[in-house]
């Protein structure tokens, strides 16, 4: 419930006969003070015109009966009543108008009233009059943007309260992409206490047949290092959106997230505003895939421009595989010539360091990659040959195969 405004000294001295004056004719031309104050806050703030849900008919009624109220509590005419401007904080925390946007336009009334105050003054040679409304105007104006702010956190918070999963509605939403605004986005972000970030990233983390949770504790070792996050958990996954504080970074949160790992994990690249989030789940999820199932492990997106490209376009990657390795697969010691292969690549083309990898001899290597070269009609010292050969063995590894 809105209370009814502690205004009683104010309205005492606005009545002085000219400070009442005054204020009682600028009452008498809301209409046109209206109209005037809803340009300029137009004018004045982008949040009313991009982004949000707020009609010009609504900003203007609301305007209206904000500047009604002020002007009847400034000229002792009316009660003394904040419901207007309570009804202006709801309103616009419903539709998605930023809580600084709606302060800025009781700024911007006060101006405007301060102004037409002066020069009515100056026409009526009443300058005593403003001695006794400077301190009441704005005195007002704090009254009636404190009563709106506290009307839209309220929304807001009882928005948050609204049934146990109210955080992870609002999460989903951010990550599906189903928010109908930056404005909203970027409240939602202050609910989920992930507001004024440096950064964002998504995490991507597989959940397995038995449900253990794949990164335990991932919270609370977060908040050590000064990262907010915020977690919900869908079918085979668990999702989680972290934000930086400024003037940090990201660098110690992949190596946390590394050793925590239970499950494959993915990581998104770093964005800045939280309408982002779901562009950041889905490169976070395709990073995942990045790992090879059944192994524990994180990895960024992008950190592999192979197992992207795989992840991406699994499909062609496996139709790829089956031309390229399709005999190598059926031969009786494919797995023998696959991981020799394999340990080529890791050793950047070293014979002699396959060799050491798989314990055998330098020319053990040579001869299976003769074998390899047979049997797939792909010479390891071209360049294309070698290409197709990677992308094949990588689709190999990420789908698990072997």
């Known amino acids: 419930m809105v209370e009814t405004m502690d205004s009683v000294t104010v309205i005492e001295r606005a009545g002085v006969p000219g400070a009442a004056h005054l204020a009682a004719k600028l009452l008498d031309n809301a209409d046109d003070l209206t109209r005037r104050l809803v340009a300029n806050i137009l004018a004045g703030d982008f949040s009313y015109t991009e982004g949000t849900l707020l009609t010009l008919d609504q900003l203007t009624s ?8 002020l002007l009847s509590t400034l000229s002792g005419q009316g009660a003394a009543s904040l419901e207007a401007a309570a009804d202006a904080g709801r309103l616009k925390a419903r539709q998605g108008v930023p809580l600084a946007a709606l302060l800025h336009a009781y700024r911007l009334a006060g101006r405007l009233i ?49 049934g146990a999963t109210s955080r992870g509605v609002m999460l989903t939403a ?39 949770d794949p990164l335990p504790g991932i919270e609370e070792q977060l908040s050590s290092t000064e990262v907010t996050s915020v977690w919900i958990q869908q079918t085979g996954q668990m999702l989680g959106l972290l934000g930086i504080a400024p ?19 993915g990581v998104s690249l770093v964005f800045t505003s939280p309408d982002a989030a779901a562009g950041g789940r889905r490169e976070a999820q395709l ?35 089956a031309t390229v390795l399709g005999r190598v697969i059926d031969h009786p010691e494919s797995a023998l010539l696959l991981s020799t292969l394999r ?60």
Do not use: M
Request: net charge negative; with cysteine.
């Open 343 to 402: 340990a080529w690549f890791d050793a950047k083309g070293s014979s002699a360091n396959a060799a050491r990898i798989l314990h055998c001899h330098r020319n053990t290597v040579l001869y299976r990659l003769n074998r390899l070269a047979e049997l797939t009609g792909r010479n390891i010292t071209d360049p294309l040959a070698i290409a197709e050969l990677q992308l094949a063995v990588e689709t190999i590894r990420l789908s698990g195969s072997y």
């Open 174 to 212: 951010l990550l599906d992409g189903t928010v109908d605004s930056s404005a909203r986005a970027s409240e939602i972000a202050r609910v989920l206490n992930l507001s004024d970030r440096a950064g964002y990233v998504v995490v991507c983390a597989e959940i397995g047949s038995d449900g253990a």
């Open 287 to 321: 990073a995942a895939r990045c790992v090879p199932p059944g192994e524990r492990g994180s990895h960024v997106y992008g950190a592999s421009a192979i197992a992207l490209l795989i992840a991406t376009a699994p499909d062609a990657a496996r139709e790829l595989t």
């Open 62 to 69: 609301a305007v209206h009966d904000n500047l009604f109220s």
């Open 247 to 265: 003037g940090g970074n990201f660098g110690p949160v992949y190596p946390l997230l590394a050793s925590a790992a239970r499950a494959r994990v």
């Open 114 to 162: 301060w102004s037409e105050l002066v020069a009515l003054a100056a026409e009526q040679d009443s300058a005593e009059s403003l001695v006794h409304l400077a301190s009441d105007v704005w005195a007002i104006i704090d009254d009636f943007s404190g009563a709106a702010a506290d009307a839209y956190r309220e929304f807001v918070a009882e928005q948050a309260r609204q």
